[in-house]
Each structure stands twice: as C-alpha cells, then as structure tokens.
C-alpha cells in the first residue's frame, strides 16, 4: 500500500512541477481565455489531490515554501535583519503546523532547502548524476532564495549560509522527535559522510557540524517549554 501511495505522490508531484513550469512559459502568452481557465482548473485539482493525499509534514513544509517565496527579498543583506526572518519564518511554521513545534521543524527543514538540484558523483564510477530537489518552477526558487535569511553569522560568507538553515531545523526535528542528543549528532555526522561519499559538498565541513549542534540545542530549549526563537541560539552560539 506504501508503495502505491508513493508512486501516486511521486507522480502528482511531477505532474505540478510540469504544470507550474508551463504557467511561465512564453506560449501562455498565446492561451485562450477556455485554456487559461481550464489550465487554473488544473492547478485547482492538483492543489486540492496534494492536500488531501499528501501527509500533513510535508502540506505544511509546501505551504511554508510557498509563504517564503511571498516575502520581500532581503537586499541589502544584514545580520539583524535575516535573523529577524527566519524568527519570522519559524513563527509562521508554528502557526501552519498549529503550535506543533515538531511538525514545524520538519516543514522548516525542508521548505529552507537551498538547492534547485544538485551534481551527485556515483562512487567508484566517476559518474555525475543531476538529482532534483524542488518541484518549484524557477522563478518560484529564486524568490525563494532571495527571501531566505543566509547571514546567520558575524562571519557568514559572500555567498551566505542558507545550506546552514536545513541542518539546524533538521538537526532540532531529530532532538526533538527522538530525545536524543546523540541520534541528532549521528545524524549530522552520517549526513557529512555521504556528502563526503557522493562529493555534495566536498568534505566534512566543521561549521555544518557546528549548526548541527546549534539546531540540537535549540530543541533542547524547546523541550524546556521556554519561549525561545532560533535568533536566541544562533546570538549566542559561533560558526566555528
């Protein structure tokens, strides 16, 4: 039955990512009145099938991915100011997953994934694969990024650290669902391994672990019911 029910989201998925890549093609420019309305239809249906099928995590993760989309890019980039949207980000989430602090650190680590797709090398055959990982349009993905805080640090790069936001949500969603500091820090160090294996992102990067034990004691706080935002963690925590 599993099986079934993955084919038939693989599938609508695929079928949404088509839809949305020909809403911003150059021939909707020549669509009928008929065919834009049936084309709207469409997106109708296919919204109504992912939130009736789709497990409720992953609505929220797409609605969240969506919201983000929505707000206004953040240039010129400063600290303060990024750290006030993912604050923003992650009280939206909350309120997406109903106060579920579980459900939203899981939306969270997925809806601030930074990549369209990514080169994965098969090992010992020299091989490179293109793996996708959004089934936005790219439009959609680079309004995505640009709203996406990515100075979370005094010493963040040029090129920001938004690869750091899946690893300190996802990192607080395995502290928080096992309760076990250890499982989330293996976690981290398994994911920089295959990093490692496939050549994601070269080797193993002490500051992803860093934000892996950041994310980890966010949760921590979380489970003293204290009223903290990730903004607190990462005020007080460093990159290295």
């Not at 993955?6 to 079928?15: R, Y």
């Not at 579980?102 to 010992?124: K, N, S, W």
């Not at 979370?152 to 500091?181: C, I, M, N």
Request: hydrophobic fraction near 45%; proline fraction near 5%; include cysteine.
């Amino acid at each position: 039955m599993w099986v079934r029910i993955a084919c038939l989201l693989l599938m609508l998925t695929l079928a949404a990512a088509q839809l949305q890549g020909q809403q911003h093609s150059p021939e909707r420019e020549y669509l009928t009145n008929a065919a834009a309305d049936e084309e709207t239809t469409l997106e109708t249906v296919w919204l109504f099938l992912r939130d009736l099928v789709i497990p409720r995590e992953f609505r929220t993760a797409y609605h969240l991915r969506a919201w983000i989309s929505r707000q206004q890019a953040l240039s010129p980039r400063d600290r303060e100011k990024d750290l006030r949207r993912l604050d923003a980000i992650y009280q939206h989430a909350v309120y997406l997953a109903d106060g579920d602090a579980r459900e939203a650190l899981f939306a969270l680590a997925i809806a601030t994934l930074p990549y369209y797709t990514f080169p994965a090398q098969i090992p010992l055959t020299g091989l490179t694969i293109t793996v996708p990982v959004s089934t936005e349009n790219r439009e959609m993905f680079e309004k995505r990024m640009a709203a996406l805080p990515g100075k979370l640090f005094v010493d963040s790069p040029s090129y920001l650290d938004r690869d750091k936001l899946p690893h300190f949500f996802g990192s607080a969603w395995l502290q928080l669902s096992t309760g076990s500091e250890l499982v989330s820090l293996f976690a981290g160090e398994a994911l920089e391994f295959g990093e490692a294996v496939f050549k994601l992102e070269g080797s193993r990067d002490p500051r992803d672990i860093m934000i892996n034990r950041l994310g980890t004691a966010f949760a921590r706080q979380l489970q003293k019911a204290e009223n903290v935002l990730p903004s607190d963690i990462l005020k007080s925590g460093s990159s290295k």
